[in-house]
């Protein structure tokens, strides 16, 4: 099948999410891929205050896949209570990423809510999670796995592999 | 009991014997070499065919645990190792509970050796009485009881003086004094050598130092006072050059150095392997070559067991709480046997050194297949592998730092005074 | 090689000793220790990585600063704790150490923490645990204290990024302590150039050279151009073993002063595990002074015991 140009979809991103943000909206990305988006939707949005979520020790697969080989620093450098926040993520599959992200989060401090903005759903929800900004929906069997990458110029752009079930 | 050898390559280092011989047995003794004695009809025919016939071994440091610590083991498991280990006759260490210094437990212990009849036992008579290095024991009495000479075990003897007279009234009567070289102050509390291995895992070590300096003192007095001392466990280079030196100037000494000390170093030790917790410890691969070389060229007279039996708890502590000691007298010929291959020493000067030269040192007459001599016989399979295994040991200590290995060396046979103690 | 620390797959299974980590675990500890030192400034001071699960602290000899920051790490990822101090329970009525651990297995403890006064220790408890239990070494005889090497290192590596451009000095008894022999390990794996200790010769175990350092006798030569001095501590019975004859002569000759320290680089740092024996090894000018980094390597302390539970939690 033929991918959309994720550099269109990121541009997509913004336009959807220009009307659910006001100036007191805190962004939040998620390691690695909604990082990389926040980076180049903060100076579209109006450089709002923001942070990172590496959910490694949240995750609810530790205990058959062990500790991430990668792990970064948290940085959440505002306060979240009262907070209005949008977590931003690539791709959203299960709805697990996002769970885990939002009892990060309410570690910092109680929300005043949490909204969601993904670049692509690809379909396959398994918790009642939902974003409230897409850009794209691609359903995809479970059998393929969909990743944003980004050049060495900075250029997103979506790919495809198998994985084993 | 007449007994027919048949067959077995006969290798007595005493004669210098190394052929192809039938062994005739009667009455407990020699009856014939080669050829039938006039009237022969054995009882019992061995079929020796591939199998090497030597002299029953000879140990010079066994402990049996008893009498006093019988819950290790005692004399039944301990000698009946001895005889499938195909040892007929051993010295055992003076510090037992309580510590040989006694005629009247000489006299015992030799008597229950005696009765169980599976190996000589030869014990040496504590030194000083009870081992603290303060008065002498009657050793003429110990002597008459069945002393084979005199002992301090482990525990050095710190007054100079002490020393000095013990090894002068051990000289009035020709005894041999027997003494573990270690500087008590040196080796306080040491579990290691003190080298690389004891720096990186942080184990007290005991210095070479703790050795030399008591073989040079013990030599001093022994030539002072004319006493002939028998060193017990050599473990460094520097000691072997030592007692080199002394034997050149005609010194009486004589000295063993434990089967372990010739295989292992301080790098056996590995990750805190209490079975490697021995006394003197294991040191590193230049002592090691030393004391291999020592024993090629003779300055080293024997191989020894230093026979320990330790329970199992008792090691499964760490290491510098764990009890020194490991089993050894089913281990000493197939040790000895690969000591030989992986030295290229022939077989006849290897098996010298667990059979005559203890024997000689002992003062014993055993150690040899003569016609007449008591039939004390070893017979082993030189290419049987075996494994040890805590099944496998009859002694009670299963404390081994060759537990698990496959070793060459069975013995299928001994006999003790003409009459079969073990089969395999 | 057979490696006790780590399983099949090359995993970390127990935390035993540095010596005998590969390079790619230390960098991992290391690494996962970031992610943990902000936790404790958050308002839920916690991560759900351990819950349901159970860390035992096993101190056969005692410590309570130890023993306490192992307590806080394993209850920042939300697991249970259960502390032993065996020195005045059972232990001291005869009970062999692997009896004792042997009755915490039946309490389902999926972590144990081992402080023993004896070397070896921990290796001799990981050889008998069940195959999911993990041991980690919180100090066993003079051998090894993993964890404080870590933390060690970790603080360097915060203050100095470049370790492949460091010299560091170690001062003090280096015979009698894990901490230094664990340093060193930490040290030289990661590639620190120049590794020097200093003491005085009764206080060098032989053959410490073997451990890949320089020795220095004379601790002002030892100091010169270092970018971080490790002060190791001094224990009263040092005195009267006829290792030294004074704290007084020690503190002249092996204690670190401003005069001294202003030897080493002007930025150099100040570290020492604790507890400090002020005017002994070193001087409480030094100690408080703006070189020290003392007080952030026990916060420190928790993030990377923090990270090495977890990485054991998750390899089973």
Redesign the interface.
């Known amino acids: 099948m033929t991918l959309p140009d994720a550099e269109e979809l990121l541009l997509k991103l913004a336009d959807g999410i220009k009307p659910i943000v006001t100036p007191y909206t805190a962004l939040v990305g998620i390691h690695s891929g909604g990082v990389w988006l926040m980076e180049r939707l903060l100076p579209m949005l109006g450089d709002l205050e923001h942070g990172t979520l590496?959910v490694?020790?949240?995750r609810d697969d530790?205990?058959s896949?062990?500790?991430h080989?990668?792990?970064?620093?948290?940085?959440i450098p505002f306060e979240?209570n009262d907070r209005h926040i949008l977590l931003i993520d690539d791709v959203f599959y299960t709805g697990r990423t996002i769970r885990a992200a939002m009892?990060?989060l309410?570690?910092?401090?109680r929300p005043a809510s949490i909204s969601l903005a993904v670049l692509v759903n690809r379909g396959g929800r398994e918790l009642p999670i939902a974003p409230q900004v897409c850009a794209a929906d691609i359903p995809l069997p479970d059998d393929q796995n969909l990743q944003l990458e980004r050049d060495e110029n900075g250029r997103f752009s979506l790919k495809l592999e198998r994985v084993d079930v | 009991m007449k007994i027919h050898i048949q067959n077995g390559r006969i290798i007595d280092p005493n004669n210098g014997v190394d052929q192809r011989m039938d062994l005739f047995i009667a009455a407990g003794r020699i009856a014939g070499l080669g050829s039938k004695p006039d009237g022969f009809t054995a009882n019992q025919t061995i079929d020796a065919s591939g199998l090497v016939v030597c002299p029953g071994l000879v140990d010079l440091s066994a402990r049996l645990r008893e009498p006093g610590s019988e819950y290790r083991a005692t004399l039944k498991s301990e000698l009946r190792a001895a005889a499938a280990g195909g040892v007929t006759s051993l010295a055992c260490p003076p510090d037992t509970d309580p510590v040989l210094d006694e005629p009247g437990l000489v006299e015992m212990l030799k008597h229950r050796a005696k009765q169980l009849d599976l190996a000589h036992v030869y014990p040496l008579g504590a030194l000083t009485r009870q081992l603290k290095g303060e008065q002498l024991t009657e050793m003429a009495e110990l002597t008459e009881a069945g002393c084979a000479g005199f002992s301090q075990a482990d525990t050095a003897i710190i007054d100079t003086r002490v020393l000095w007279r013990a090894m002068q009234y051990a000289a009035t009567f020709g005894y041999t004094v027997w003494l573990r070289p270690e500087e008590p102050y040196l080796a306080k509390d040491g579990v290691a050598h003190?080298?690389?291995v004891?720096?990186?895992?942080?184990?007290k070590?005991i210095?070479v130092a703790a050795e030399t300096l008591a073989i040079g003192s013990i030599l001093r007095i022994a030539r002072d006072t004319g006493a002939r001392i028998h060193l017990s466990r050599l473990s460094t280079a520097e000691g072997v050059e030592m007692v080199r030196e002394a034997k050149k100037k005609g010194v009486m000494v004589s000295c063993d150095v434990s089967i372990n000390h010739l295989h292992l170093t301080e790098h056996d030790i590995g990750?805190?392997d209490?079975n490697c917790h021995l006394r003197p410890p294991l040191r590193s691969q230049r002592d090691k070559e030393a004391l291999c070389q020592g024993l090629v060229d003779g300055t080293i007279d024997a191989i020894c067991s230093d026979h320990a039996p330790v329970d199992e708890?008792a090691k499964?502590?760490?290491?510098?709480?764990a009890e020194p000691g490991a089993t050894g007298l089913e281990l000493l010929l197939p040790l000895t046997l690969k000591w030989a291959t992986e030295n290229r020493v022939p077989l006849m000067d290897a098996m010298r050194r667990i059979t005559h030269a203890p024997a000689r040192i002992l003062g014993i007459s055993a150690g040899e297949i003569s016609l007449h001599a008591a039939a004390d016989i070893c017979v082993f399979d030189p290419e049987r592998y075996w494994q040890i295994t805590s099944a496998i040991l009859l002694s009670q200590g299963k404390n081994t730092p060759f537990s698990g290995a496959e070793l060459a060396g069975k013995v299928r046979y001994t006999l003790l005074n003409g009459h079969l103690v073990h089969t395999s | 090689m057979f490696n006790?620390q780590l399983d099949r797959d090359g995993?970390l299974k127990h935390l035993l000793s540095i010596?005998g980590l590969p390079k790619a675990i230390l960098n991992?500890i290391l690494?996962?220790a970031?992610?943990f030192?902000?936790v404790g400034e958050?308002?839920?001071k916690?991560?759900?990585?351990l819950r349901g699960k159970t860390v035992c602290n096993i101190f056969f000899e005692n410590s309570t600063r130890t023993r306490t920051t192992f307590e806080i790490a394993a209850k920042r990822l939300s697991a249970d704790v259960i502390n032993l101090n065996v020195g005045t329970s059972s232990q001291s009525k005869g009970e062999?150490?692997?009896d004792t651990v042997e009755n915490l297995t039946a309490m389902h403890a999926d972590m144990f923490v081992v402080r023993?006064a004896?070397?070896?220790?921990a290796?001799?408890i990981a050889r008998?645990v069940q195959p999911h239990v993990h041991v980690i070494n919180a100090g066993?005889?003079?051998?090894?204290h993993p964890t404080q090497g870590l933390l060690d290192v970790y603080t360097i590596r915060r203050y100095k990024p470049d370790m492949h451009n460091l010299k560091v000095a170690l001062v003090g008894d280096v015979l009698h302590s894990?901490v230094a022999?664990s340093e060193i390990h930490a040290l030289t794996t990661l590639g620190v150039p120049e590794v020097r200790v200093i003491a005085p010769k009764t206080l060098l175990?032989?053959?410490?050279e073997?451990?890949g350092v320089q020795v220095y006798h004379d601790m002002r030569q030892g100091l010169k151009d270092v970018d971080v001095v490790m002060m190791l501590r001094l224990q009263n019975e040092r005195m009267s073993g006829a290792l030294l004859p004074s704290a007084q002569e020690y503190f002249k000759c092996f204690g670190l002063t401003p005069e001294k320290l202003a030897l080493a680089k002007p930025d150099a740092i100040v570290m020492h595990p604790g507890p400090m024996n002020r005017g002994v090894e070193i001087d409480s000018a030094v100690a408080d002074g703006h070189q020290s980094v003392i007080l952030p390597q026990v916060t420190y302390g928790i993030a990377v015991r923090m990270a090495v539970m977890?990485?054991l939690?998750?390899?089973?």
Do not use: C, M, W
């Open positions: 590496d490694s020790f949240y530790f205990g896949r062990g500790l080989a990668e792990t970064r620093p948290s940085q979240v009892n990060e309410f570690d910092y401090g | 003190d080298g690389e004891a720096a990186r895992l942080g184990l070590g210095p990750f805190f209490s708890d499964l502590v760490p290491f510098a709480e | 006790p995993k010596e991992q690494d996962t970031d992610s030192a902000g958050r308002e839920v916690k991560v759900p990585l062999t150490i692997l023993h004896e070397s070896g220790a290796h001799l008998h066993d005889g003079r051998h090894a894990r022999r175990p032989g053959f410490v073997r451990l977890s990485i939690a998750g390899n089973s």
